[in-house]
């Protein structure tokens, strides 16, 4: 809270603050306090009068959708049409096979950053990429 907002709202705060003003200029201050807090009072009230008017013409709407017999699920739906879902892509087989660091039995689809025993074994100039394919 600022400093300000501690004087003006504490009772003693304001007292002190106000104790070497004139009484025209406390007037003066009151009528621009007074003019903020009815300028607040006019905005709030536009502020609910809009919502009153917008609820009402919502309701009203809604009498005659019903009167009418349509759903607000028919109007949904037209809003929004119902979006298509794809499925997920199938997982692409494994074209290549290798053994890694560990010894261990692995797979590649060919898509995707090489795998390092496969780049290894290329850059050595030992084997091929069509040396590592799953033969079948």
């Known amino acids: 809270m600022t400093d300000f907002l501690k004087t003006l709202l504490n009772i003693r705060s304001l007292r002190a603050a106000t104790r070497d003003l004139t009484l025209d200029q406390m007037e003066e201050a009151l009528a621009k306090l007074s003019s903020v807090i009815e300028e607040q009072r006019e905005t709030k009230a536009a502020e609910q009068a809009a919502a009153q008017e917008r609820d009402r013409k919502l309701k009203e709407y809604m009498d005659q959708m019903a009167a009418d017999g349509i759903d607000l699920s028919d109007l949904l739906e037209l809003a929004e049409p119902t979006k298509k879902v794809s499925k997920p892509r199938a997982?692409?087989?494994?074209?290549?096979?290798?053994?890694?660091?560990?010894?261990?039995?692995?797979?590649?689809?060919?898509?995707?950053?090489?795998?390092?025993?496969?780049?290894?074994?290329?850059?050595?100039?030992?084997?091929?990429l069509e040396d590592f394919l799953i033969k079948q």
Do not use: C, L, S, V
């Open 91 to 128: 997982k692409r087989p494994a074209k290549y096979e290798f053994y890694d660091e560990n010894n261990e039995y692995k797979t590649w689809t060919g898509q995707g950053r090489k795998p390092t025993p496969i780049k290894k074994a290329m850059d050595a100039g030992t084997k091929t």
